[in-house]
């Protein structure tokens, strides 16, 4: 049956005692309005007494039985005595129910609105426990890498070869795409500015420094945050939703060496690798530019390699294995310590998203002034 | 009075892989209809054409007079609103409150007052005895809690129509019992029609009117629980209920 096709009429029989309100047809969500109407007319009449009586009403709804409870309420408030003949048998034991005062007073937990010092201090407590974690997983990380060396057969070799290829071969297309436009994107930019002071070769100089010290790793790290990190989250969070990190763990397998090790160790060593591609097509875009504007293939190479050392690069290939490091185990972090709800998937990767630029960024900045100060 | 379901003629398949053929049957209103079967014979495959989330290859579903296989989309819009659908794992959505939960479908389709939105949300969490975790995530509570705040949701609405799968499986012989008994009243005091998928024989032969029995790509019966149980002839339906009959003995052996 379509509630919403019906109707609900009502009559009023004025005696000197009463007045008694009859209703018929559905008392429903869609008949309120005519309920209102009855009350609102009744109430104009001021009775001494108000009968209800609903014998001819057919059709009954939830929402009709606590609407009408809320008009006999109402109709109390004002000191109009207001009875209710006796609903059908079967409606008994939901009335009961609605007119029970208790359901109004359902318990809404008390929330405690802090103010001023006290939200601060908890945004500390928060802010130390999750530093708190991040240490001891640090520290579970660095007992497992040091065990797994001691007992190099422990490791899961094929794990660590399938994120490698997932984390490696697999992001190369993205950073040829990547890379290109940058160096073709920075070559434009600064020949641009170079060329007034008569100085359009060093536009190599520029270039293939910036990437090499520079962009290359960062390039990679954002990569590999997009694709890497926020897959490690969503794939682990999910496992703990469903419950599989228990299951894990009461199978004896510590999720640590299990899930986060093949994830961690084949995104950082695999990383220097992304990045040094970044480099090259970097570089690629950056010669493009320059054989338009005329300079042949010899002068590139020499004036792209004539400030960098092997030095550059081999802070470079460490600089990409730190935050190759980070990026794999941020993610792990996040996935691990999510909640068991369908949003913790969610939550869990846009903390990983947000951390890893922020940990990658200041740890670049970390790198560039202490190598700055080394003199490399 | 016409029937609220009237099935004709259907077929179900999944290209070459048939599922169900030439399946008839009707569900009158205000009746527990049980659709049983073996498992994979087809049973949740039937409950999701029914409620229209799949088309059948061929043949017809009325729900109350409108054939949901070619309806248009408001005409769906109309019998989703009007019938109530538990699944098997309760399918809560983990982000929101028990309470929230039952209150969603009142939010989206009705213009009520939050008021009243609010008290026939706690009057359907009421209904099912889980007014006191009307504020707990479905990730804290208990399986029967679940299954038993799903049917609060598909409640919500005063769905004339309820399509249950599986209610009572997982569950502890206890909340199993006080769920049939809570069907049975719902289907009792607010006269509403259940559609149960189960292989429980205490929910059927406890609170079933009618069944229909699902082997072999076909209805190979129909009718009352007792006449399924004590006079139908065919040899799946005869072994169904005596395997059954003897492992409930067992049971209460041990």
Known sequence: ????????????????????????????????????????????????????????????????????????????????????????????????????????????????????????????????????????????????????????????????LFYIQEVGPNSIPLTFLIGILFGLIMAFQSAGLLKSFGAEIYVANLVSVAFVKELGPLLMAIILTGRIASAFAAEISAMQV????????????????????????????????????????????????????????????????????????????????????????????????????????????????VSCIVIVTMTDGLFTTLLFYLGI | MPPVIKVEHLNIAYGDFSVLEDANFEVNEGEIFTILGGSGCGKTT?????????????????????????????????????????????????????LENVLLPLTEHTNLPENIALECALLKLRLVQLEKHAHFYPANISGGMIKRAAIARAMALDARIIFLDEPSAGLDPISHNELDKLIADLAHNLNITFVIVTHELATITSIADRAIMLNNKKIVAQGSIPYLMHEVEVPFVKEFFTLHTIETQQNRKA
């Open chain 2, 46 to 98: 039937l409950m999701r054409q029914l409620i229209g989330l799949e088309q059948p290859s061929s043949g017809s579903i009325q729900i109350n007079g409108v054939d949901i296989t070619n309806a248009t989309e408001e005409s769906q819009k109309i019998i989703h609103q009007n019938m109530g659908v538990m699944f098997q794992s309760g399918a809560l959505i983990s982000s929101l409150t028990l």
């Open chain 1, 242 to 353: 469903n419950q599989e990190i228990d299951a894990l763990k009461v199978m004896g397998l510590d999720p640590i060496p299990y899930l986060v090790l093949p994830r961690l160790i084949a995104t950082a060593l695999i990383a220097p690798l992304v990045a040094l591609f970044m480099d090259l097509f970097g570089l690629l875009g950056c010669g493009i530019v320059m054989l338009a504007e005329g300079f042949s293939r010899q002068v590139i190479i020499e004036q792209m390699f004539s400030y960098l050392s092997i030095g550059d690069f081999v802070s470079s290939l460490i600089k990409s294995m730190v935050f190759g490091f980070l990026i794999a185990s941020i993610g792990c972090f996040h996935g691990l310590n999510s909640e068991r709800n369908a949003a913790a998937v969610g939550k869990s990767t846009t903390q990983t998203m």
């Open chain 1, 1 to 160: 049956m379509d509630l919403s096709t019906t109707t609900l009429s009502y009559s009023l029989v004025e005696t000197p005692e009463q007045l008694r309100l009859q209703l018929s047809g559905a008392l429903t969500r869609f008949t309120l309005q005519p309920l209102l109407d009855a009350f609102q007319t009744a109430l104009q009449k001021k009775p001494k007494k108000i009968s209800i009586c609903t014998v001819s009403v057919t059709i009954w709804d939830t929402v009709g039985l606590i609407e009408l409870k809320n008009c006999l309420e109402q109709t109390q408030q004002q000191s109009i005595p207001c009875e209710l003949e006796p609903l059908p048998e079967h409606l008994h034991s939901l009335w009961s129910m609605v007119s029970d005062p208790a359901m109004r007073e359902a318990i809404f937990p008390q929330k405690v609105e802090l103010e001023g010092f006290e939200k601060l201090g908890q945004k500390v407590v928060t802010y130390a426990r999750t530093a708190k974690k991040s240490l001891e997983y640090l520290g579970e990380i660095i007992v497992c890498l040091g065990s797994s060396i001691r007992r190099p057969k422990s490791l899961d070799y094929k794990k660590v």
